[in-house]
C-alpha cells in the first residue's frame, strides 16, 4: 500500500500500517506496562548495584580495561527508550523515561536515607552497606541520566525518509 508523505510516495512495508497517535487513544497497549517497569529497573539496578562494583576485563590490545559493573546494562535502557518511541510514540516514551529518572531519584534517596539511619547496636554491616548503597556514582549519575534519555527521545521521533542514499527530513 502506498503512503503519501509530504507530498512523496513511499510503499509501507507488507503487515505494517502507518496510525495516527489519536487512533490509539484510550486503547489499552498490550506491553507499555512491563516496557515502563523494565526501563525503571534498569535504571535503578544499574544505578545502585552497578555502580557499588567495579569490574575488569583483559582485553586483547587493550589491556585491563576496569568500569563500573552497571555500565553493562545501562545501554538496554536507551535501545528500550528508542523501541517505546517507535512503537507508542513521543509522549509515552517521554512518560517511562521520567517514571524511570523519579524511580531512579527515588531509590538513590531511599538508599542515602537508609545508609544514614543510625545501625542498631551490635550489627556489623554498616560499613558494607554504605560502600554499597553509598557509592557517590550512584548520586552523580542520576541528573546525567535524567538529561540524557529526554534528549535521545525527540532524536528517535523524528523521521527520517532515505531516498537514492540520502536522507530527507
Not at 506491553?31 to 523494565?38: I, L, P, Q, R
Not at 517507535?86 to 545508609?115: K, L, S, T
Not at 552497606?129 to 553509598?134: E, Q, R
Amino acid at each position: 500500500m502506498k503512503q503519501q508523505i509530504e507530498g512523496l510516495s513511499v510503499e509501507e512495508p507488507q503487515g505494517i500500517r502507518a496510525i495516527e497517535a489519536h487512533a490509539i487513544e484510550g486503547r489499552r497497549l498490550r506491553y507499555y506496562d512491563y516496557c515502563m517497569a523494565a526501563f525503571a529497573i534498569i535504571l535503578v539496578c544499574s544505578n545502585l548495584i552497578g555502580a557499588a562494583k567495579v569490574a575488569a576485563f583483559d582485553v586483547p590490545g587493550l589491556g585491563l580495561v576496569t568500569f563500573g559493573a552497571g555500565i553493562l546494562f545501562f545501554p538496554l535502557s536507551y535501545v528500550l527508550g528508542d523501541v517505546l518511541t517507535e512503537v507508542y510514540g513521543y509522549a509515552r516514551a517521554r512518560r517511562v523515561v521520567w517514571v524511570g529518572f523519579a524511580a531512579a531519584v527515588f531509590a538513590a534517596g531511599m538508599a542515602a536515607f537508609v545508609v544514614a539511619v543510625p545501625p542498631a547496636p551490635g550489627w556489623e554491616g554498616q560499613e558494607a552497606l554504605a560502600a554499597v548503597l553509598g557509592h557517590p556514582v550512584a548520586v552523580r549519575s542520576t541528573p546525567g541520566r535524567g538529561t540524557a534519555a529526554p534528549l535521545d527521545i525527540p532524536l528517535v521521533a523524528t523521521p527520517v525518509l532515505v531516498l537514492d542514499d540520502a536522507p530527507v527530513a
